[in-house]
Nanobody
């Protein structure tokens, strides 16, 4: 199983960024896909998720008005579009795959497979 995240980089506050994650080795359409992030000195936290059907999404309060998660089951990819980036969005972003129940969608422990992370740095 491999999750390959890409799209991170150095941007300025107010810019937009699109992260992508490609999954191989699993039946992509059967898994909920999510993004988590970990800022320096902080615990990894939930950012956004999209269930296998693509019809149900969830966002952390800190990003929900600025971000869109989407998935393409044919291409086996999940994307996270982030707009109006802030310095506090600086973190390593990880994509994950799992089969959580609805109430556990935001839990790290609900996801079995993780990508290597991509660094997003937002300068002020």
């Amino acid at each position: 199983v491999q999750l390959q995240a890409s799209g991170g980089g150095l941007v300025q506050a107010g810019d937009s960024l699109r992260l992508s994650c490609a999954l191989s080795g699993l039946t992509f359409s059967s898994y909920t896909m999510a993004w988590f992030r970990q800022a320096p000195g902080k615990e990894r936290g939930f950012v956004a998720s999209v269930r296998w059907s693509g019809g149900s999404t969830r966002y952390a309060d800190s990003v929900k008005d600025r971000s869109t998660i989407s998935r393409d089951n044919a291409k086996r990819t999940v994307n996270l579009q982030m707009n109006s980036l802030k310095p506090e969005d600086t973190a390593v972003y990880y994509c994950a795959a799992g089969r959580p129940i609805t109430s556990a969608t935001m839990w790290l422990s609900a996801y079995n497979y993780w990508g290597q992370g991509t660094l997003v740095t937002v300068s002020s």
